[in-house]
């Protein structure tokens, strides 16, 4: 039976949350803990956000599973049992299911609907949320919790349309099972998703083309099923755990490095590499020394101890080659974890076309067309990405105050307080958005701070009698630019990645999170929850706005 609330003009909502992948279910969750009637719109079929859509063979979270999950509810721990160190995407979605039943959630999930625009009433403090079912909500609060990485990076390669084979992308995966045996199968883009799904596609597919352009540092996952000893063990400690993953600079807990990499010898360095290497752990490497991501030599070292190890798996040694970074320092585009990726490229059926020699020219009726020739094919897997950070919040028209879009504030990249508020934008509140830690942390424990300061400073307005919330504009450009001074001290914002934006054409160019670290960025965003909120202006409703003021806000209700 659908119990899906149908909210309309006539039926106002407290707050309308946009995608219900882990942001937005336990964004409905502490919003409904709060008395707020709250309706999630999402575009899907189902629930589930990233671990829905990208259902691609090898799709694997890089995080360890008892790390990558919510850590809300004590009971959740002690029920829940992973059953790999990194869960598929099966289990995880297995995961966002039980969690909605647990706790309810499905009934104030609208599926199939796309928020088509997000409009503010000045004079009401209220959001006129439309959808492309047609439905309006008039909404004191909207939460953007529509993802980091949900947009699809359209390949943008000429001919893709004459292809009369299959095509695939990545983060658009079917839902029926897809077969590649007996098929030449290509794969374009070797990021994160291609290097997780290549080695599964060769598994299957008589012929496997990869298509690269920049070739990823992949680290080995070492993947393996948890042992009932190792689960017992960690549920024992898991409140600790918990709050050491809350208290950590990236959502996972591990010594923060001491040392640079240049001031330790080679061979001690080389035994450090080593055992991150073995770890398992995507961010092994990048925690063995403080000055990998600020000091391109010292990145030099790690770099190189990643190539050889790329030499000292790929068996033909000019494939080995194109298959080293040298274009980039390492970790500078985000790296990747993979199972069996290189050695992938040992098997007989399995080539490598390096596209920054050969670039690819169309796609033609019958496959590929680089410079180099015709490649014949009978499917095409798009691995190319995502318009991140940005993507999701730009899809659809948001108007705020004085009749001025998103598009039009963020036309030379986005700008926020927090990464949670637009200046001009009030009510409107971002999770894992940019010019946040979002994409540099373990994403479950970033959304839950997010999600809960969100929370905190509704019942903030809602106990002081408060209708509306923005950023100050000075607030926000010091934000702005505190993120931007940070990330100058890093080797990131020169690079042209996801991370900088340069991967979508037309994108403005800027590294678009913060790369203070969560811990840091959480008592930043604590303080303003301990201070009432001062680098935001509060208003009272409208109708009293002749005695609107910060602090002499008359208690009331929210009343819509
Ligand atoms: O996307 P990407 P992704 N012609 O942008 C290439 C997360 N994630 O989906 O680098 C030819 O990283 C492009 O080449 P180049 C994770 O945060 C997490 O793989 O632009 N090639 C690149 O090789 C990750 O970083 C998990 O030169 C084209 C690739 O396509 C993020 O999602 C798993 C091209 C795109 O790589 C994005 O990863 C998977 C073209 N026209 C992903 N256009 C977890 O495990 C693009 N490329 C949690």
């Not at 409905?28 to 899907?44: D, N």
């Not at 439905?135 to 893709?160: E, N």
């Not at 069996?340 to 076309?353: R, S, W």
């Not at 014949?376 to 940005?390: H, K, N, R, S």
Request: charged share 20%; proline share 6%.
């Amino acid at each position: 039976m659908d119990t899906a609330p149908t909210p309309s003009a006539a039926h106002p909502v407290d707050a309308v949350v946009v995608g219900a992948g882990l942001s937005g279910l336990y964004q409905l969750h502490r919003l409904r803990g709060l008395g707020l009637r709250t309706v999630v719109f999402e575009a899907g079929d189902d629930i589930g956000g990233t671990w829905y859509w990208n259902r691609y063979p090898g799709a694997r979270c890089d995080v360890e599973s008892t790390s990558y999950s919510y850590s809300f509810s004590p009971e959740l721990d002690q029920d829940w049992v992973w059953s790999e160190r990194y869960a598929s995407q099966p289990e995880i979605l297995r995961y966002v299911h039980h969690v909605a039943d647990r706790f309810d959630l499905r009934r104030d999930v609208v599926l199939n609907t796309r928020v088509t625009r997000a409009a503010y009433d000045e004079d009401r403090h209220l959001w006129s949320v439309s959808t492309d079912t047609g439905r309006t909500v008039t909404t004191r609060f909207v939460i953007l919790a529509s993802g980091c990485m949900s947009v699809p990076k359209d390949p943008g390669i000429p001919g893709a349309d004459s292809f009369t084979g299959s095509t695939y992308h990545t983060a658009r995966w079917p839902h029926e099972d897809v077969s590649f045996t007996g098929k030449k199968v290509a794969v374009i883009g070797t990021g994160c998703s291609g290097v997780q799904t290549i080695p599964v596609i060769a598994e299957q597919a008589a012929a496997l083309t990869v298509f690269q352009r920049t070739p990823a540092y992949a680290l080995p996952a070492h993947n393996r099923p948890l042992r009932s000893t190792e689960v017992a063990e960690l549920k024992a400690r898991y409140p600790e755990f918990r709050q050491a993953q809350r208290l950590s600079r990236g959502g996972t807990v591990f010594e923060p490095p001491t040392r640079s990499a240049l001031e330790t010898g080679e061979a001690e360095r080389t035994a450090t590499y080593e055992t991150a290497w073995a770890s398992g752990l995507l961010s092994g490497l990048l925690r063995t020394y403080t000055d990998i991501l600020t000091d391109e030599k010292a990145n030099e070292t790690v770099a190189e101890f990643v190539r050889s190890k790329i030499r000292s798996t790929v068996t033909d040694p000019a494939t080995a080659e194109l298959l080293s970074p040298r274009t980039y320092p390492f970790a500078t585009k985000r790296p990747c974890l993979d199972t069996g990726y290189y050695a992938t490229y040992n098997l007989p059926h399995v080539k490598l076309v390096d596209l920054r020699t050969t670039p690819i020219e169309t796609i033609t009726r019958r496959g590929i067309r680089t410079s180099d020739g015709e490649h014949i094919l009978d499917a095409i897997v798009f691995a190319t990405g995502f318009d991140a950070l940005t993507g999701s919040q730009l899809a659809f028209d948001i108007v705020g105050k004085n009749g001025v879009t998103l598009r039009e504030k963020w036309v030379d990249g986005p700008r926020s307080h927090l990464g949670l508020v637009s200046a001009g934008f009030p009510n409107l509140f971002t999770v894992l958005g940019p010019l946040s830690p979002s994409v540099l942390t373990n994403i479950p424990v970033s959304l839950e701070q997010q999600v809960e300061w969100i929370t905190d400073c509704i019942a903030y307005l809602r106990g002081h009698g408060f209708t509306e919330i923005d950023a100050t504009p000075a607030a926000e450009a010091d934000w702005c630019a505190h993120v931007a001074e940070l990330a100058a001290r890093t080797l990131y914002p020169a690079v042209a990645s996801w991370y900088t934006g340069a991967n979508i054409a037309g994108k403005p160019r800027g590294f678009l999170a913060y790369t203070g670290g969560l811990d840091r960025y959480r008592e930043k965003c604590d303080a303003e929850t301990r201070n009432g909120y001062t680098s935001f202006t509060l208003s009272t409703p409208p109708s009293s706005k002749a005695v609107s003021t910060r602090r002499s806000a008359p208690q009331s209700s929210l009343g819509l």
